[in-house]
């Protein structure tokens, strides 16, 4: 086991603090692969441990800490209980695992995230911090495909995985991949991964690797859960003025459940949350339902 830092709690007082304190927020580094990594971990006032877990990834560029104030996910788990664990991708980035000339001249390239993501739960678990069989994790954009490589190489470390604004990209092609729980969501509009798929990044800008169409991900997907149907849950147009509507599709047949949150109108943002309905650069974001939500009753809902 790699070596703790030195602003980790030993095991007994994190366990005594996750139990008695308000809240607790702790910043934590890990040594993997010859590099010391960084990642953030929340426990709930009062949560009984070992606790669920969810582990939520950045987008490219971003860090844990600014994915928690964008998603004021801790939050939610003081409403239901369980840890939430940020990690940091390696200068801002993860190695998703795409086919990417840009991203292979990436420091991120050069680490094992798959690796390192596991590492930081062998360390939770250990400490007795984290129930080693209800652990979650998703992620935006670049942590969304990495979410994807984390369900194509290490299925049986999570009950569930939810994929936001990310498709398959060229190069995660995991062909006869165990069925996996997964949860996308998708907006319509997204401009940075497209939903008729195409390449990576800003319209205009460098190509950041090239990814699959929506419905592509999707047949992927179903295939891999063996599903055989699906059906339309809902349809949610609550707030016109949002400039969105949601479509909710649970895939039927399944020998693991796979379901699709399509955000009509939507753009390349996490849904609940930003400052602004629209951005210039990732478009509009919904308030016809709240991601965190969406994403913790997924996890929740796994046997």
């Known amino acids: 086991m790699a070596a703790h830092s030195s602003t980790w709690l030993p095991a007994a007082l994190a366990l005594a603090l996750a139990l008695m304190s308000a809240g607790l927020a702790r910043a934590d580094t890990l040594e993997h692969g010859g590099t010391e990594r960084a990642f953030d971990v929340y426990v709930p006032d009062g949560i009984a441990t070992p606790a669920p877990a969810v582990v939520l990834l950045h987008g490219g560029g971003g860090s844990g800490r600014q994915l928690r104030r964008h998603t004021d996910f801790n939050e939610l788990a003081d409403e239901n209980g369980f840890?939430?664990?940020?990690?940091?991708g390696v200068d801002g980035h993860w190695n998703d695992g795409r086919d990417d000339p840009w991203l292979a001249e990436q420091a991120a390239a050069r680490h094992d995230d798959?690796?390192?993501?596991?590492?930081?739960?062998?360390?939770?678990?250990?400490?007795?911090?984290?129930?080693?069989?209800?652990?979650?994790?998703?992620?935006?954009?670049?942590?969304?495909?990495?979410?994807?490589?984390?369900?194509?190489?290490?299925?049986?470390?999570?009950?569930?995985?939810?994929?936001?604004?990310?498709?398959?990209?060229?190069?995660?092609?995991?062909?006869?991949?165990?069925?996996?729980?997964?949860?996308?969501?998708?907006?319509?509009?997204?401009?940075?991964?497209?939903?008729?798929?195409?390449?990576?990044?800003?319209?205009?800008?460098?190509?950041?690797?090239?990814?699959w169409s929506v419905p592509d991900s999707l047949a992927d997907w179903a295939a891999r859960n063996r599903c055989t149907g699906r059906v339309l849950s809902a349809h949610i147009n609550e707030r016109p003025l949002d400039g969105t509507t949601?479509?909710?599709?649970?895939?039927?047949?399944?020998?693991?459940?796979?379901?699709?949150?399509?955000?009509?109108?939507?753009?390349?943002?996490?849904?609940?949350?930003?400052?602004?309905?629209?951005?210039?650069?990732t478009g509009r974001s919904s308030r016809e339902i709240d991601g965190n939500v969406a994403i913790w009753a997924f996890f929740d809902a796994q046997p």
């Open 83 to 88: 840890v939430v664990i940020y990690p940091d």
């Open 114 to 211: 798959v690796g390192f993501i596991t590492a930081i739960l062998d360390r939770l678990i250990a400490d007795g911090l984290v129930d080693a069989h209800r652990i979650g994790v998703g992620g935006i954009s670049n942590g969304g495909m990495m979410t994807l490589r984390l369900a194509c190489e290490a299925p049986e470390r999570f009950i569930g995985f939810a994929v936001v604004a990310a498709n398959i990209a060229a190069g995660q092609e995991c062909p006869g991949g165990e069925p996996a729980p997964v949860l996308f969501i998708h907006g319509s509009n997204d401009s940075l991964v497209p939903y008729d798929g195409g390449p990576i990044g800003l319209p205009g800008g460098n190509a950041r690797g090239t990814a």
């Open 246 to 281: 949601v479509d909710i599709v649970d895939y039927t047949g399944c020998k693991a459940p796979l379901r699709h949150i399509l955000i009509n109108g939507g753009g390349h943002t996490w849904p609940g949350t930003g400052a602004r309905l629209i951005n210039l650069i």
